[in-house]
């Protein structure tokens, strides 16, 4: 077979490495996309997972999960909020008994920070009572007859979010006294 001399065979491949170039460019483009797009994910769209236990109390996991569900967002969020300040103070109060079992002659001390703090955990913990007893009547009431409960929810959440707020708001000083301590995270 005879060659054409009119026929000029041109290479496919850039000499110059820019379709390389290029390609590398457009695969780093999509690298940045998709882990932007994971960020933005995680970030503002992957919902973690109900807390429907507190630890400082025994309630049924089901009327935790209602107040969330169908009672008031910002009263789950309180109760949440509270239960953690409840077990801080325990924490915080286990620590003061270990100061003073290692510091016997300075009991007077430990001795009224543990009443001041002991005074503040009771107060926490029984408005939590008080609260979750109130909600747990609401949520039999919602069981047995949808719109009674209704009717209780709406005219109760506000009092009761209230309440967990107030709470909180009054033993302010002493727990922002404990968040920075750094030795009560201990």
Do not use: C
């Not at 707020?165 to 006294?177: K, P, Q």
């Amino acid at each position: 077979m005879a060659r054409n001399p009119h026929l000029h065979i041109r290479p496919t491949n850039n000499a110059n490495g820019g379709a390389a170039g290029i390609l590398i460019a457009l695969v780093l483009i999509l690298a940045l996309a998709g882990g932007g797009g994971y960020w933005t994910y995680g970030k503002y769209f992957k919902k973690e997972p109900l807390r429907t236990k507190l630890a400082s109390m025994k309630i049924k996991e089901e009327l935790v999960a209602f107040t969330h569900d169908h009672v008031s967002t910002a009263l789950y969020g309180n109760m949440v909020l509270t239960d953690d300040i409840v077990v801080m103070m325990d924490k915080e109060l286990d620590r003061l008994k270990r100061i003073g079992k290692k510091f016997p002659n300075q009991r007077g001390i430990v001795a009224a920070q543990t009443r001041e703090l002991t005074i503040a955990r009771d107060g926490m913990a029984k408005v939590l009572a008080d609260v979750s007893a109130k909600l747990e009547k609401m949520y039999v009431t919602w069981l047995v007859d949808r719109s009674e409960g209704t009717g209780q929810i709406r005219s109760q959440k506000g009092t009761l979010t209230r309440q967990l707020a107030d709470a909180i708001r009054g033993e302010a000083v002493l727990i922002s006294r404990i968040r920075t301590n750094p030795d009560a995270t201990s």
